[in-house]
């Protein structure tokens, strides 16, 4: 837990008041790629935000890579979410599934505090937030 809990934190020093993300921001420094951060899904307790690296070459713009990250604002803690493979596991692959897990997580931790160090800022594109979307739209 107390992975996901530091993973919540480097969200919050990164975007700031989480209850308030836009549907777009953009993370912007003067020397790396911007990142563009979508709320993808916004429920009352949790929210998924995506994560794409923007490279910019000539007049094309290419998106690469994706990471989503699901924010869980009561238990004040974010994780690496695929859909899919967070929501089961085998038990057979219990163990697997939990080193995996433990991976994604570890890497979320390292690229946030990366991001930070370099001075990435939030600027948002659209200023209006997120509606939420009760449980039974979300299905």
Same mark, same amino acid.
């Given at each position: 837990?107390?992975?996901?809990?530091h993973?919540?934190?480097?969200m919050?020093? #990164? !975007?700031? =008041?989480?209850?308030?993300?836009?549907?777009?921001?953009?993370?912007?420094?003067?020397?790396?790629?911007?990142?563009?951060v979508?709320?993808?899904?916004?429920?009352?307790?949790?929210? @998924? !935000?995506?994560?794409?690296h +923007? !490279?910019?070459?000539?007049?094309? @713009? +290419?998106?690469?890579?994706?990471?989503?990250?699901?924010?869980y604002? =009561?238990?004040?803690?974010?994780?690496?979410?695929?859909?899919?493979?967070?929501?089961?596991? #085998?038990? =057979?692959?219990?163990?697997?599934?939990?080193?995996?897990?433990w991976?994604r997580?570890?890497? #979320?931790?390292?690229?946030?505090?990366? #991001?930070?160090?370099?001075?990435y +800022?939030l600027?948002?594109?659209?200023s209006?937030?997120?509606?939420?979307?009760?449980?039974?739209?979300?299905?």
């Amino acid at each position: 837990m107390e992975l996901f809990e530091h993973n919540y934190i480097l969200m919050r020093r #990164l !975007l700031g =008041d989480l209850r308030h993300l836009s549907d777009e921001q953009s993370l912007r420094n003067n020397n790396g790629p911007d990142i563009l951060v979508e709320c993808t899904e916004r429920a009352p307790y949790t929210f @998924t !935000l995506k994560f794409t690296h +923007q !490279l910019f070459a000539m007049a094309n @713009t +290419q998106k690469l890579p994706v990471i989503s990250v699901r924010i869980y604002m =009561d238990a004040r803690s974010a994780e690496v979410w695929e859909h899919g493979v967070n929501t089961h596991c #085998l038990k =057979d692959e219990a163990v697997s599934c939990l080193k995996r897990r433990w991976r994604r997580n570890r890497f #979320l931790l390292r690229w946030l505090t990366y #991001l930070l160090q370099q001075g990435y +800022q939030l600027e948002k594109i659209n200023s209006a937030p997120a509606q939420l979307t009760s449980v039974n739209e979300a299905k």
